[in-house]
């Protein structure tokens, strides 16, 4: 059976009010075959929107868009011939659209896609490509170019600065702004004549450097007071630095972006210190006045004769000469030259007049204020240690003869001047000359000692007295000498040797037996018989009854105070006793009166007889 012939079971198709209708499926000849010619068709069909359901729901209205359009002229379906199938000739009715006559298509040309839809039912416009390259946007300059000289605005500028120059060097108000001088400087740095304006700057300065000069000769001429000379050039170099300050705030710009970076030029402020030397340099009198009149001033101040303005002024002088670079050539060299005549002939003078306690004493005290007043003033350090070496030379080199004296030296150590000897030990010392003091020392040492133990009159006081000496010499020994190890060796090397001499005399019972340890034996028989009233009457006894009332203030603490000094008394007896080489005689006097305190029942202390038999026994005897 042919398609065409074929049936379709038809189906129902329930309707809005319930009814039902049958739907024959069966395709139509007429719409199921189509034709070439169909296919080619130039419209579509219209689409009858009044068709659809409008009662649904589900579906949204529809307007006519295609009848709208302005390509769809055509509502209906025209067929194409056989022959107008490949004819590509454009329509007549398309061509004319918009009042526009169409152009014949070619095949080599390029199709114009119609315009399409978009989702907001709008026209897409086509984007074209610019036919040439990017466009150059010129911008025509309406006002006409300003015919500025450059040089004649140059010269107007410094015009402007010349006047403040002038101004700032008479110490009046600038006649125009800071502002207004600063950017005429910079105006012409950027326009590459930097150079031009450093040398017309340079020109006004050394003008005006002339013209002070002048003025502090014509001062020069007329005081004749160094300090007068020096006062005049501390005030030129303070004006024309704060000048000097001015302009360089001024030519900021000109120091910072040529001075700076210029291998030829300096900048402005070593420029000001450096012209200023310059121009007083070549005056030469003016230097060697102002330089006497700073070493006057601290030859006054040796003197204690100048007051705070003079010392101000002076200290204002060390900072100029140093700026200058006149300090090392001119103002030390003199400097020192003046202490070193001025402290000789002190020295000469004092040494001869005043003894040899009152020389060192002023020695040190001339040492201290030198050394005070080169800090304050604010010396270098090279010359701080120029000057101490200096008076080391004076005071101690060039007096070294009159220091070691030895007649002087022996009184100041019979004298106990403790304070007078260290300050000699002192000043020998800066020159590693302490040691020579040993031989004096040591001489001092025995005779002293020599006379204390062959003094008839006095043999029952020699323990005390050698005790006494013992002490002082110990005494010395760590103030004056600083416990000097040599010094320490001297001393005990020179209570050996003359604790030892002998003498035949009624002393010794016209032996040679040492007398020092028979009279040691019978100091410490005495103590251990005595106690505290025995060590009361030795050497130092003053401070001791101080040591004891207190004691026995505090009640309980008495007896462990008296039994402290008994111990401390006893010691130092037996350190005295070391020295002694013939113990034999200390042994057979110690023995007996041991046993006569034993027998009599003579010992003030139990403990003291114990303590003092355990460092015989030892064999150490030490001070506590």
Not at 1 to 11: D, G, T
Not at 210 to 239: F, G, P, Y
Not at 578 to 596: H, M, N, T
Request: aromatic share 6%; glycine share 6%; charged share 25%.
């Amino acid at each position: 059976m042919p398609p065409a012939q074929r049936h379709v079971k038809s189906a129902g198709v329930r309707r809005p009010d319930g009814s039902s209708k049958t739907l024959d499926r069966t395709p139509s000849t007429e719409t199921s075959q189509t034709t070439i010619p169909g296919l080619f068709a130039t419209t579509k069909p219209d689409v009858n929107t009044d068709v659809l359901d409008h009662n649904s729901p589900s579906k949204r209205r529809k307007t006519k868009h295609c009848a709208e359009h302005p390509y769809n002229t055509m509502t209906t379906t025209r067929v194409l011939g056989t022959d107008q199938m490949y004819d590509f000739t454009p329509n007549i009715h398309h061509g004319k659209m918009n009042g526009q006559a169409s152009n014949p298509i070619t095949i080599g040309d390029s199709p114009v896609s119609c315009p399409t839809k978009s989702a907001l039912n709008t026209t897409r416009r086509q984007h074209t490509s610019s036919k040439s390259g990017p466009k150059k946007l010129v911008v025509k300059n309406l006002k006409p170019a300003s015919k500025v000289d450059p040089n004649k605005y140059i010269e107007e500028v410094w015009s402007r600065l010349k006047g403040g120059l002038s101004a700032i060097f008479a110490g009046q108000s600038l006649p125009y702004s800071m502002e207004e001088l600063y950017k005429g400087v910079e105006n012409i740095c950027r326009q590459g004549s930097a150079a031009k304006l450093y040398d017309r700057l340079r020109r006004e300065c050394e003008t005006q450097l002339d013209e002070q000069m002048r003025t502090l000769s014509k001062r020069e001429k007329c005081c004749q007071n160094n300090v007068d000379i020096l006062r005049a050039m501390i005030q030129t170099i303070s004006s024309w630095t704060q000048q000097m300050s001015t302009i360089r705030s001024v030519f900021y710009y000109l120091d910072r972006s040529f001075l700076l970076r210029s291998a030829e030029h300096a900048p402005l402020d070593q420029f000001t210190v450096t012209q200023f030397r310059h121009h007083v340099v070549s005056q030469t009198n003016i230097v060697e006045q102002a330089v006497l009149g700073a070493c006057q001033l601290a030859s006054s101040r040796r003197k204690n004769l100048v007051d705070d303005d003079g010392l101000q002024l002076l200290k204002a002088a060390v900072k100029m000469f140093r700026v200058l670079d006149l300090y090392v050539s001119h103002f030390e060299p003199l400097y020192l030259r003046q202490i070193a005549d001025h402290y000789s002939e002190w020295s000469a003078d004092t040494i001869v007049k005043g003894g040899l306690a009152t020389y060192v004493r002023g020695c040190q005290d001339h040492m201290s204020q030198e050394l005070e007043a080169c800090v304050e003033l604010g010396l270098d350090t090279q010359t701080r240690w120029t000057v101490q070496e200096s008076l080391e030379n004076v005071f101690v080199t060039a007096q070294e003869r009159h220091l070691l004296n030895e007649k002087e030296v022996i009184d100041l150590l019979s004298e106990d001047s403790i304070s007078p000897l260290s300050h000699l030990y002192a000043l020998l010392q800066r020159r590693s000359l302490g040691l020579r003091l040993k031989p004096i020392f040591e001489k001092f040492i025995v005779d002293t000692g020599t006379d204390i133990i062959f003094d008839e009159p006095r043999e029952q006081e020699m323990v005390l007295r050698l005790l006494g000496f013992k002490q002082k010499l110990d005494r010395l020994w760590e103030q004056a000498f600083l416990k000097n190890e040599d010094l320490g060796h001297t001393l005990r090397e020179a209570f050996e040797i003359f604790i030892n001499k002998t003498k035949r005399s009624n002393m010794t019972w016209g032996t040679d037996n040492s007398k020092p340890g028979e009279m040691i034996a019978k100091y410490v028989d005495t103590i251990l018989k005595g106690g505290i009233k025995a060590v009361l009457s030795g050497p130092s006894s003053t401070d001791r009854k101080a040591k004891v009332s207190v004691g026995a203030e505090d009640g309980d603490n008495s007896d462990m105070d008296e039994d402290i000094e008994i111990e401390k008394q006893l010691g130092n007896v037996l350190d005295l006793f070391r020295f002694v080489q013939g113990k034999a005689v200390f042994e057979a006097f110690y023995k007996r009166d041991l046993a006569r305190r034993l027998l009599l029942s003579r010992s003030a202390s139990a403990d003291a007889e114990k303590s003092m038999m355990s460092r015989l026994r030892t064999g150490i005897p030490s001070a506590c």
